[in-house]
């Protein structure tokens, strides 16, 4: 134990820290121009722009200073590692669907379901190896990403419940089953919450390189296999976040109806 207290001491001693702080300055003073700009034009972002801001920072920071003693621990502990993860991903997701029934269960087995089937498949496969050093980072990056996909599902449903709710209450009346009044509004969630991963898709390596092959190639890996790896990484993205955005505005379409097969009162009026 004081080994591993000391290994995780050592991590702050590094003179490299301070030319990471000074490049997190200049990072960071363009990032308050962007809040700058947004309170000059009104779109009321600030104080969710400054608070991503200052978590993802010491978010970024905590796993970067423990990321070396998770390296030493047994392979087991990867499983509860993602599984933390995923639970830390419903709850900033779930926070994009305020006031839709069941939100917290429908986006935590849904980003579970999603991101846990491609991950176990892909380890199988042998696309990631058994390892904590590259289970927990490529996990996490797949994890993430249904995270993101599934904010943007949530989101967009409840604003097609919100827009069309005389429509959908027309339907009803008129006998229709709910799944059938309510399948336009899933789909269109679906696809909106998509549209990222589709067009990072349709531009990896013409305009943009990830940073996953840009750094097996700095690394001095053979840079086609590392083009091949990153479109398995991409891959996995799209995999995972189709499965958790079909999976949640599935399950979330469900919860809107009552067992008379009513709609529910859905809140518009989050924070989120």
Same mark, same amino acid.
């Given at each position: 134990?004081? &080994? ?40 009321? #972002? ?5 608070? &991503? $801001? ?15 003693? $998770?390296l030493t621990v047994d392979f087991v502990w990867s499983g509860v590692i ?41 380890? $199988? ?9 590259? #289970? ?22 409840k604003s097609e419940i919100a827009s069309n709710r005389a ?23 679906? +696809?909106?919450? $998509? ?22 190639? #700095? ?8 083009? *091949? ?9 799209? &995999?995972?976040?189709? *499965? ?17 097969? +009513? ?10």
């Amino acid at each position: 134990m004081d &080994a591993v207290i000391e290994e995780f001491l050592e991590q702050f001693a590094d003179p490299v820290l301070l030319t990471g702080l000074a490049q997190v300055a200049v990072a960071a003073a363009l990032a308050a121009l962007v809040v700058g700009l947004s309170h000059l034009r009104g779109l009321t #972002l600030e104080r969710e722009l400054a608070v &991503a $801001l200052v978590r993802g920072l010491i978010q970024i920071v905590a796993m970067g200073s423990i990321v070396g003693v $998770l390296l030493t621990v047994d392979f087991v502990w990867s499983g509860v590692i993602l599984l933390g993860m995923m639970i830390g991903a419903t709850w900033i997701s779930k926070n994009r669907g305020e006031g839709l029934p069941g939100v917290v269960r429908v986006s935590f087995f849904a980003i579970v379901f999603g991101s846990g089937l491609v991950i176990i498949t892909m380890t $199988l496969a042998g696309a990631i190896e058994a390892t904590v050093r590259n #289970l927990v980072p490529v996990g996490s990056m797949i994890i993430a990403n249904a995270m993101q996909i599934n904010s943007l599902a949530l989101d967009r449903f409840k604003s097609e419940i919100a827009s069309n709710r005389a429509e959908i209450e027309a339907g009803l009346a008129l006998g229709a089953p709910p799944a059938a009044v309510i399948s336009r509004h899933v789909e269109t969630g679906v +696809q909106a919450s $998509l549209i990222p991963v589709i067009d990072s898709l349709k531009s990896l390596g013409w305009v943009w390189i990830p940073g996953i092959m840009a750094g097996m190639i #700095l690394a001095g890996e053979n840079p086609i296999y590392a083009a *091949l790896y990153q479109f398995v990484i991409m891959a996995m993205i799209f &995999a995972a976040g189709g *499965l958790t955005s079909m999976t949640s505005s599935l399950l979330i379409g469900k919860y809107v109806f009552t067992d008379a097969e +009513q709609l529910r009162r859905v809140e518009t009026d989050s924070s989120s």
